[in-house]
């Protein structure tokens, strides 16, 4: 079974600065996505960005990028300029492309905290 | 952009009575819905996968007998908790896949539902 790992259960950043979210997985699976979700306080998810791993470049959008070691199995997120809508809980998460029905796996989170 | 509702959005009822939650997909068809739970501070939890017109594939340690899932429709999927006791009250949040791109990323988050059971 796959497995989805983030260490880090808090994070603080300050404003403008940037800052990396760990996550870590593990599959035997060749074919699979990963994406970053936020989650504010109003408990809405919100997909932030996606990476296939089929493809070598890191996803990035906007302030959000990625750096995936498909190796490595690590999956981290790099926020540039935060900024103070950026304070949400953020869940890694996988999805499998081989099983059907595309499930999707998320981490424990981390919560991100931006100071002003 | 592809939007998912749930009803309602809080629902208190009283131990051993049984609520539904309604998940729906308002513009675009949806053969796969899926269903988590989230306790307060934690993670999603998947538990189970809901298909149109046939029954839906719980995940390990999920009661399938508790936690009624019903697809009847390409815009409609519902969760029964059926004899809900307050160790059921939880979020509960569902996701629904974009049958139309063909895509597996495309999947749509509702806003949650959070059941108190008293």
């Known amino acids: 079974a796959q497995t989805v790992t983030q260490s880090q259960p808090e994070m603080s950043v300050q404003e403008a600065e940037t800052v990396t979210l760990s996550c870590t997985y593990d599959?035997?699976?060749?074919?699979?996505?990963l994406f970053w979700y936020k989650q504010p306080p109003s408990r809405q998810m919100i997909l932030v960005i996606r990476?296939?791993?089929?493809?070598?470049q890191n996803a990035t959008e906007n302030r959000f990028s990625v750096n995936f070691q498909k190796a490595a199995k690590s999956f981290s997120l790099k926020i540039s300029d935060s900024q103070l809508g950026d304070a949400a809980m953020y869940f890694c998460?996988?999805?499998?492309?081989?099983?059907?029905?595309?499930?999707?796996?998320f981490g424990a989170g981390t919560r991100l905290f931006v100071k002003a | 952009g592809a939007v998912v509702s749930q009803h309602p959005s809080w629902v208190i009822c009283k131990s051993g009575t049984s609520v539904k939650i309604e998940c729906r997909s308002l513009?675009?068809?949806?053969?796969?819905m899926f269903w988590y739970r989230q306790f307060p501070k934690q993670s999603l939890m998947l538990m189970a996968t809901?298909?149109?017109?046939?029954?839906?594939?719980?995940e390990q340690g999920v009661e399938k007998d508790k936690f009624l899932i019903n697809h009847a429709s390409l815009t409609l999927s519902t969760l029964t908790v059926t004899s809900a006791h307050p160790e059921d009250s939880s979020f509960y949040i569902c996701?629904?896949?974009?049958?139309?791109?063909?895509?597996?990323?495309?999947?749509?988050f509702g806003p949650g539902t959070r059941l108190t059971v008293t």
């Open positions: 809901s298909n149109e017109g046939s029954k839906a594939t719980y």
């Open positions: 599959t035997s699976e060749s074919d699979y996505y």
């Open positions: 998460a996988y999805r499998s492309l081989d099983t059907g029905g595309f499930k999707t796996i």
């Open positions: 996701s629904a896949r974009d049958s139309r791109t063909g895509s597996s990323y495309e999947q749509y």
């Open positions: 513009d675009f068809q949806a053969t796969t």
């Open positions: 990476q296939e791993a089929y493809k070598q």
